[in-house]
């Protein structure tokens, strides 16, 4: 199944040839057979699955059509879907069950989708390899000995080896896009606003957004037009300008697009065959007749910076929800704050306690102006360098990390290493803007991505200036050498 994309299924739904429930179930059948190595994920129920499941089926014969109408669609474990287990890949959520659908769930399902799985992450999507779950780590397909990347590690494993043709992530920084880099897939993180946050497990408010994950952009165009749009539940969500042209994607015209190559992406540390692999890509565009040249973003060498003190300080507000009243696991102990004490330091995974304590760091008396106020300022330049440089060209094409896939255990004792993993992804989530990561051939044997960035609410243009690549090439159909 691994290599089929989501507008194939459509094409043999519609047609009548295949039913959601047999695909439904060869799903469930791979996660199954595969998941004791890969544990992607963390939680099914295969007879509601299957449930929604026939439902599809009734509503494709009579005739109804959506674009997502009977695909399954696996969900990372920090959205809310009513009934299932939500655990952010945390202990501390211990025996939660979700009491409501997240909108984009909740849009999806009435379009038909048939959400399949919960999957794996890093403890409340803070980490880059996948590594920093409570649970057994997510493994990469392509080398098993190699993280998959993070935070969206199960989502982005889950279309990798083929148990779903799509599935949902959370990037606040990099987490869809460097994982998609890693195990050869396709992931949008959209403008910030354009998918609903509401039932999203927030860690970084002012930078989490919901991502699609499929094998093409084609594919993702296909759930990503089903949920965009504004939602009276989260008052910082917005309609997407051409979301009408998301239902059938046409592959966009390259000839003329001007792409901008920053020169701050293309230093030093860039791995060489990563590296060669960019520059075929940027080729294949320049071959259609794209202007390629290179442009300057002054201000990306504070964005790692700017990106770990803003998240920090906004990871330390919104992790104070967890304290053993409310949710999950609760600690036995004399008093509440002796219980909120011990729950927090049972519950919580070191990475998620060192972020508490550098947030509160940042925002504490004294230190609000020296490090929060300041990350703000810069954040406020960086933004700046965006709007300048889409004046000059339309798109950007970037690296989307240093190299492939690391070992596991490779940065797990450096929080900076890991940390750096980061350097290319965070910089267009702190300007909102839309970005995407596209498989660009391998290295080695591991998967390298090429990374897109567009002005603000270019998400449709983004995806079209994708899709017309992927009409041209081949490397998001090979897939990970698994059983069958
Ligand atoms: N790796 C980044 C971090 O640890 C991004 C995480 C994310 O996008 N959720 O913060």
Redo the contacts with the bound molecule.
């Keep these: 199944m691994a290599g089929i994309t989501a507008v194939d299924w459509r094409e043999g739904l519609d047609a009548g040839n295949l039913s959601s429930e047999v695909l439904t179930r060869a799903c469930l059948d791979r996660i199954g057979r595969l998941d004791h190595h890969l544990h992607a994920v963390l939680s099914v129920d295969p007879e509601y699955s299957l449930d929604l499941a026939r439902r599809a089926d009734a509503r494709l014969q009579v005739g109804e059509r959506s674009p997502v109408l009977g695909l399954p669609v696996v969900i990372k474990d920090n959205l809310h879907w009513s009934g299932m287990p939500v655990s952010c890949g945390s202990r501390v959520l211990d025996g939660y069950l979700a009491t409501y659908d997240a909108t984009v769930i909740q849009r999806l399902i009435a379009a038909g989708a048939v959400p399949l799985a919960k999957a794996n992450l890093d403890e409340f999507?803070?980490?880059?390899s996948g590594e920093y779950s409570a649970l057994a780590p997510a493994r990469n397909p392509w080398d098993q000995d190699r993280v998959p990347g993070?935070?969206s590690s199960g989502s982005v494993v889950a279309v990798a080896a083929g148990y779903a043709p799509l599935a949902l992530g959370?990037?606040?920084?990099?987490?869809v896009r460097?994982p998609a880099s890693f195990c050869n897939v396709t992931a949008l993180r959209p403008s910030y606003g354009v998918l609903s946050r509401y039932g999203l497990t927030a860690?970084a408010s002012s930078l989490d957004q919901v991502g699609p994950i499929a094998t093409s952009a084609a594919d993702i165009a296909l759930t990503f037009g089903v949920m965009a749009g504004r939602d009276p539940m989260d008052s910082t969500s917005v309609d997407l300008p051409g979301a009408e042209r998301l239902a059938a994607l046409q592959p966009g015209n390259l000839k003329g697009l001007r792409i901008g190559l920053p020169r701050e992406y293309f230093g030093e540390g860039l791995d060489a065959g990563a590296r060669s692999l960019l520059e075929d890509a940027i080729r294949v565009f320049e071959d259609q007749g794209a202007i390629c040249r290179e442009v300057s973003l002054p201000h990306t060498r504070y964005a790692i910076d700017t990106y770990y003190l803003i998240?920090t300080s906004e990871v330390s507000s919104n992790m104070s929800r967890f304290d053993g009243v409310r949710f999950g696991h609760r600690a036995d102990a004399g008093g509440l704050s002796d219980m909120i004490a011990k729950t927090r330091d049972m519950g919580l995974g070191p990475e998620v306690k060192r972020r508490i304590l550098l947030g509160v760091f940042c925002l504490s008396k004294g230190y609000y102006d020296a490090f929060y106020l300041k990350a703000l300022k810069a954040r406020t330049l960086i933004s700046e360098d965006f709007r300048r440089v889409f004046e000059e060209v339309d798109v950007l094409a970037t690296p989307v990390s240093l190299g492939t896939a690391f070992p596991f255990g490779a940065k797990t004792q450096d929080p900076m290493a890991m940390y750096l993993a980061?350097v290319y992804t965070v910089t267009a989530p702190l300007a909102g803007i839309p970005c995407l990561c596209l498989p660009a051939g391998l290295n080695e044997g591991l998967p390298v991505g090429i990374q897109l960035i567009g002005p603000a609410f270019s998400d449709v243009m983004l995806l079209e200036t994708a899709h017309a690549y992927q009409s041209l090439t081949r490397h998001h159909l090979e897939h990970p050498p698994l059983p069958e």
């Design positions: 999507a803070m980490g880059s993070g935070s959370s990037d606040t920084g990099g987490s460097l860690m998240c980061d």
